[in-house]
């Protein structure tokens, strides 16, 4: 299914759900607020059945600008292939899990929380994944600036070596 007809089937059950984007986007973009439902739509739909999330991924386009994700979406029975893309403020970011739609998206979000700090409401067990519960800040933010200690112990700030 063409991604004109996709945003024509969504925008006619969920009217204020849908951003404009430019012409010429290759993705879906939505606000936060409709995302639970949508996702729903796109999973249960018999013309849809997004039936698999293959990534989440968390972006940052740089300071002053919001945060956004990514959802690559597939359907295995349709063998058809989409990208919805939702963007939150910088600050206090939130976008409703997805985690009971697509249970692949319960580790995901826990990464885009830990790395860019945006909290996905409803999520069974948001807690950082990849840094440890104290660690100050979202590494992947553009504006992220490394810290100089963790617990008394330097931060090393040259990488040579270990790759």
Same mark, same amino acid.
């Given at each position: 299914?063409?991604?004109?007809?996709?945003?024509?089937?969504?925008?006619?059950? @969920?009217?204020?759900?849908?951003?404009?984007?430019?012409?010429?986007?290759?993705?879906?973009?939505?606000?936060?607020?409709? =995302?639970?439902?949508?996702?729903?739509?796109?999973?249960?739909?018999?013309?849809?059945?997004?039936?698999?999330?293959?990534?989440?991924?968390?972006?940052? %386009?740089?300071?002053?600008?919001?945060?956004?994700?990514?959802?690559?979406?597939?359907?295995?029975?349709?063998? @058809?292939?989409?990208?919805?893309?939702?963007?939150?403020? %910088?600050?206090?970011?939130?976008?409703?899990?997805?985690?009971?739609? =697509?249970?692949?998206?319960?580790? @995901?979000? %826990?990464?885009?929380?830990?790395?860019?700090?945006?909290?996905?409401?409803? @999520?069974?067990?948001?807690? %950082?994944?990849?840094?440890?519960?104290?660690?100050?800040?979202?590494?992947?933010?553009?504006?992220?600036?490394?810290?100089?200690?963790?617990?008394?112990?330097?931060?090393?700030?040259?990488?040579?070596?270990?790759?």
């Amino acid at each position: 299914m063409e991604l004109a007809a996709i945003q024509t089937r969504v925008g006619a059950v @969920h009217p204020d759900a849908l951003v404009p984007t430019d012409e010429g986007a290759a993705y879906l973009s939505m606000t936060p607020e409709h =995302w639970a439902d949508v996702a729903q739509l796109l999973r249960s739909d018999e013309e849809l059945r997004f039936n698999v999330l293959m990534c989440l991924t968390g972006y940052d %386009r740089g300071p002053g600008e919001p945060l956004g994700v990514a959802y690559n979406l597939h359907s295995m029975d349709k063998l @058809h292939k989409l990208e919805v893309r939702i963007e939150v403020p %910088r600050d206090g970011g939130k976008i409703p899990s997805v985690a009971q739609i =697509w249970r692949t998206a319960e580790w @995901h979000e %826990r990464e885009a929380y830990d790395l860019f700090g945006i909290t996905f409401v409803g @999520h069974p067990d948001l807690r %950082r994944i990849l840094l440890p519960e104290d660690w100050e800040g979202y590494p992947l933010r553009k504006d992220y600036k490394e810290p100089d200690y963790y617990r008394g112990i330097p931060v090393p700030k040259d990488k040579r070596g270990w790759e």
